[in-house]
């Protein structure tokens, strides 16, 4: 009889298995720097492992990267094959994949330069660029393990179905259609319901621009990969801040989209039927304009046509278009009134706010129906379910929860939500989202220009990133979710200990601010990107697309 594995047997051999599909002249030299004597591993300190057309290539982002490659200037195999190798070592110095298939990946690329010298020329929008995808994406001929021990040699922890390898979602159909390249599937939390990305399979995901710090989640594989850049553009998802979380612990633009606007079927999930507050997909890039490039480029697939769940809905060109003497007004939201953003944070936001009035534009106070209604209906639609679905995968294997996912679940499932409650969880949810739609409306009553808010200028999370073993505070994130509206993070600046000192003389609001703010360490936060988020009403991506691109470029002219 064959000898029965434990749990920590199958995650390390699968770790293993990944590690071993690195080509040995990919391989660092041993031991790896420790991430207190390195603690950022991004530009130069990479570079000294690539040669210089392989920096060139992977420093590019996708719009220039689908101009060389389209052009027949850079071949598809080349530019895939850089991007393997920065990965590789990426994964090396952070634990952020899931899956190589970097033998695969450059097989589709020859065969995209077999069409281009025959003279079919470049296949399109996305030709030659490499994706990455977060590992709820099934990839043919790719395990998906979600970060969970029992999906190991399964289908979603189902075994014998036939499906293991054989299945791809719909997104990942899409893009090859587009002339996107997959080559590796990245990081997650087991459950993808924590902002710190570990599991058991490959540990802590750490943040390649200061590895004492997490690199976000539930996306942080993606995030990390993507500030390594070992991948021009990636997709991870979202369902209380799992995009613009990762994206802005690691200085990159993530777009949130409304639901319905991606296409999301095939993909695996934790609570798959959980459709109270709906995941969603998106991308995160180093520029603004990879993402829009993304996000036409999808919506040229016609996603609706494919997964019941897309509106059906063009790429928009007017609402992608700001005229320059265009007037606009942000609510600033500058804390949620539970736990204040640290300095680096307020720093970001005033400078934003600041950047804002010189360019003419109108700033007023953001005083909504209050987040934390948001943020609690979210945590009712999450553990609607008692906690069933999380608690059987997990016991798949009888490996343990992690830590701040238990604080959510606890260490067994309880009984469901009665079907009446669930209902109730429902009208709530409707009933906030219309007294939000109120308050917005009236905030034309409020601008000079008699028009309703633009966009809302907020922090993503108290802290620039959340170090290892510290307080971990989501309240920034869901209440955007509950209300299903469209979210961009733009990147601001980066921490500095010589600015962003601790507040000695302040004074906490309640506990959870009190140890949040007895725990931030300016020295440890040394260098870790800051962010925001903008985020608009539903269905708004395009315009908030380009407002990220409008203060890109701002911010790249201070």
């Not at 071949?75 to 110095?93: G, N, P, S």
Request: hydrophobic share 40%; charged share 20%.
């Amino acid at each position: 009889m064959p000898v029965e594995l434990t749990w920590q047997e199958l995650a390390l051999g699968k770790k293993l298995a990944v590690l071993e599909l690195i080509p040995l002249e990919w391989r660092l030299p041993q031991p790896i720097p420790t991430a207190k004597s390195q603690k950022d591993v991004t530009g130069a300190y990479v570079q000294q492992y690539l040669e210089d057309w392989e920096i060139e290539i992977t420093e590019s982002d996708a719009v220039r990267i689908v101009e060389q490659t389209s052009s027949g200037n850079w071949t598809v195999t080349k530019v895939v094959t850089a991007f393997c190798h920065r990965a590789a070592l990426a994964h090396q110095l952070t634990n952020c994949l899931h899956e190589i298939f970097f033998d695969q990946a450059i097989a589709d690329a020859k065969l995209l330069d077999e069409k281009f010298a025959s003279g079919a020329g470049p296949v399109g929008p996305l030709y030659g660029l490499p994706v990455s995808f977060k590992d709820q994406f099934h990839v043919h001929g790719v395990e998906t393990t979600m970060g969970y021990v029992g999906w190991i040699d399964t289908f979603e922890g189902i075994k014998g179905t036939g499906k293991e390898k054989t299945t791809e979602s719909e997104l990942v159909r899409e893009i090859r259609l587009l002339g996107g390249v997959p080559f590796c599937k990245t990081s997650l939390p087991h459950t993808v319901m924590s902002m710190e990305t570990w599991n058991h399979i490959v540990g802590s995901t750490l943040n390649p621009h200061n590895r004492l710090m997490s690199t976000g989640g539930s996306s942080g594989g993606e995030g990390a990969l993507i500030a390594m850049r070992g991948s021009p553009i990636g997709f991870g998802t979202d369902i209380g801040g799992s995009i613009r979380i990762p994206a802005a612990f690691n200085g990159l633009f993530g777009i949130r989209p409304s639901f319905g606007r991606l296409p999301y079927v095939g993909a695996a999930n934790s609570m798959p039927g959980q459709n109270t507050i709906p995941s969603v997909c998106g991308p995160l890039a180093p520029t603004a304009r990879s993402i829009k490039l993304m996000m036409q480029a999808a919506l040229t697939q016609e996603p609706w046509l494919h997964d019941p769940a897309v509106v059906e809905m063009p790429w928009r060109e007017e609402l992608a278009k700001l005229s320059t003497d265009q007037k606009l007004t942000f609510g600033l939201y500058s804390s949620d009134g539970d736990v204040n953003p640290l300095p680096p944070v307020k720093r970001a936001m005033e400078k934003m706010k600041a950047l804002i009035l010189e360019m003419g534009h109108e700033i007023i106070e953001w005083n909504p129906p209050s987040h934390a209604r948001a943020y609690k209906l979210a945590f009712e639609a999450f553990t609607s379910d008692g906690g069933i679905d999380i608690h059987h995968h997990i016991g798949l294997s009888g490996e343990t929860l992690q830590p701040r996912i238990e604080e959510f679940y606890g260490k067994k499932a309880v009984p469901a939500k009665t079907v009446d409650a669930l209902h109730r969880i429902n009208l709530d949810v409707a009933a906030y989202r219309k007294e939000y739609m109120d308050y917005w409306n009236s905030t034309s009553a409020l601008t000079k220009t008699g028009k309703p808010v633009d966009a809302i200028l907020a922090p993503v999370a108290p802290f620039p990133a959340l170090e290892f073993g510290k307080s971990a505070i989501v309240a920034y994130t869901p209440w955007v979710n509950t209300l299903d509206y469209t979210a961009v993070v733009v990147p601001v600046t980066t921490t500095d200990s010589t600015i962003d000192k601790f507040e000695t003389e302040y004074t906490p609001l309640n506990d959870s601010d009190r140890i949040v703010w007895e725990e931030y360490d300016p020295e440890a936060s040394n260098g870790t990107p800051v962010a925001v988020q903008l985020v608009g009403r539903r269905l708004q991506e395009e315009k908030m697309i380009a407002l990220a691109e409008l203060f890109e470029s701002a911010l790249a002219s201070k």
